[in-house]
């Protein structure tokens, strides 16, 4: 099992650009979710899955769009990329009944 | 709104001592606790879980307690290693596995 992945580790955007992180996971988890971590601020929930088709919003959701199509995947959006968004992003899954969480490598974003 | 206060906030101790970090929440209405390291420039490695029926789990040199009806929980790591030295963040579960985390306690052990 490859576990959680993330695509790309790093990416340098421009204020306005738009982009799509990419997640994945092989563990058949109904549960997936994105955070971001700011230094000072610790990891904060961006949006989250509790399977396919069926999303929701979490602390810091403004920025941000997600969907979730199938059972292994779960983009993040930015649909405006702003200098605020600058911050490293973590994809994380877990299973109904465990709730272990296993946490992607991470991507470092920033924004000019 | 759940908030979660690890203390203290960095650590500096020398090889083989006992150490004890701490964390606090303030909605006692959680599913479960976790602990977790992170290395720097790296992702989350889960450490323990605690249910939140459970009053504590342990892994190796590793011990997290919880007191829910209080609020907090204790990682307590025996006899402290360099390869130890890392952040150390706790987190509830306060529903599908959608996680509340602690601003992190950094530690150094020293040869």
């Known amino acids: 099992n490859a576990g959680v992945t993330q695509t790309p580790k790093f990416q340098v955007l421009k204020t306005g650009q738009s982009m799509t992180l990419q997640c994945a996971q092989d563990m058949n988890h109904e549960y997936m979710s994105w955070y971001r971590q700011d230094p000072g601020m610790g990891l904060r929930l961006i949006h989250y899955s509790v399977g396919a088709g069926i999303t929701d919003q979490g602390e810091v959701p403004n920025g941000y769009n997600v969907s979730r199509s199938t059972t292994e995947d779960f983009p993040l959006r930015l649909l405006s990329a702003a200098p605020s968004q600058t911050s490293v992003y973590f994809c994380?899954?877990?299973?109904?009944?465990?709730?272990?969480?296993?946490f992607g490598p991470g991507t470092r974003l920033t924004v000019l | 709104k759940q908030e979660v206060t690890q203390i203290p906030a960095a650590l500096s101790v020398p090889e083989g001592e006992n150490l004890v970090l701490n964390c606090s929440f303030t909605?006692?209405?959680?599913?479960?606790l976790q602990w977790f390291r992170q290395d720097p420039g790296k992702g989350l490695t889960s450490l323990l879980l605690?249910?939140?029926?459970?009053r504590e789990q342990t892994s190796g040199r590793l011990n997290a307690s919880l007191d829910k009806s209080s609020g907090r929980s204790t990682l307590y790591i025996a006899a402290s290693q360099p390869g130890d030295s890392a952040t150390y963040l706790c987190a509830v579960n306060v529903g599908y596995s959608t996680l509340t985390f602690g601003k992190g306690t950094m530690l150094l052990v020293s040869p």
């Open positions: 909605d006692s209405a959680i599913y479960n």
């Open positions: 994380a899954s877990g299973e109904q009944g465990t709730d272990t969480q296993y």
């Open positions: 605690i249910q939140s029926s459970q």
